[in-house]
């Protein structure tokens, strides 16, 4: 079964510091999602990035976040200056080749900011 | 109104016990319906797809209704590891964005 990596699996930051989150997709996909979910709600939409591009973003991801591409098969979601309500699990997700088939998800990083 | 509403439990069950919960859908237009399972501190994970027909798999039924538009999922024979959070998941129509449910709450016990 193919699989989404994300790496760290749990990141401690500062309040104020950068983080880099890291994922790598199942391979030729050409979409790509990342989705956040705090603790005790509901998984949310972030961004989705469609060729080197963003195709959508949600209120959520404000001037502080960016996402990049920065080689062939790594995708990074940056947050330039953590908050505490950016505590979170943050995942990554690959759409599937047919829609009915479901998403695959990244294992998740959880980031908590102190 | 949410996009997604689901019946947050928790249900708590015996073994064996068969369990049912729903999910609602404000978009009309949406395309496709999955139920997802998630366990503590984990990530979603594919239980099904929802097909408008109604499916079956091994202990699993999801029915849709598009009419009234809601999911259901039914549990039969409830095992001990059936535990989870179960998340109704929808399409956003024109896209492959999801749009999640808060989860139902499922616990089985011996």
């Known amino acids: 079964e193919p699989e989404v990596t994300q790496t760290p699996s749990h990141q401690v930051t500062q309040m104020g510091q950068e983080v880099i989150l890291r994922c790598v997709p199942i391979?030729?996909?050409?979409?790509f999602y990342w989705y956040r979910q705090i603790l005790g709600q509901k998984v949310e939409f972030l961004v989705s990035?469609?060729?080197?591009?963003?195709?959508?973003k949600s209120e959520i991801f404000d001037d502080q976040f960016s996402v990049e591409r920065p080689d062939g098969s790594n995708f990074t979601l940056k947050i330039r200056s953590t908050k505490l309500e950016d505590s979170a699990m943050y995942f990554c997700?690959?759409?599937?080749?047919?829609?009915?088939?479901?998403?695959?998800f990244g294992s998740g990083t959880r980031l908590t900011v102190v | 109104r949410k996009e997604v509403e689901q019946d947050p439990g928790p249900f708590n069950v015996p073994e064996g016990a068969t369990v049912a919960f729903n999910c609602t859908y404000s978009?009309?237009?949406?395309?496709?319906f999955f139920w997802y399972r998630q366990d503590c501190r984990k990530e979603p994970k594919l239980l099904m797809s929802?097909?408008?027909s109604g499916n079956e798999d091994g202990r699993f039924t999801a029915q849709l209704n598009r009419a009234s538009q809601y999911i259901s999922l039914l549990i039969r024979d409830s095992k001990l590891s059936d535990s989870a959070t179960y998340l109704c998941?929808?399409?956003?129509?024109?896209?492959?964005?999801?749009?999640f449910g808060a989860g139902t709450t499922v616990t089985v016990r011996a």
């Open positions: 997700a690959s759409p599937p080749d047919r829609l009915p088939d479901g998403y695959t």
């Open positions: 391979s030729n996909h050409l979409y």
């Open positions: 990035f469609y060729n080197n591009e963003i195709s959508e």
């Open positions: 978009n009309s237009a949406s395309q496709s």
């Open positions: 929802v097909y408008s």
């Open positions: 998941v929808v399409n956003t129509p024109n896209d492959y964005k999801l749009s």
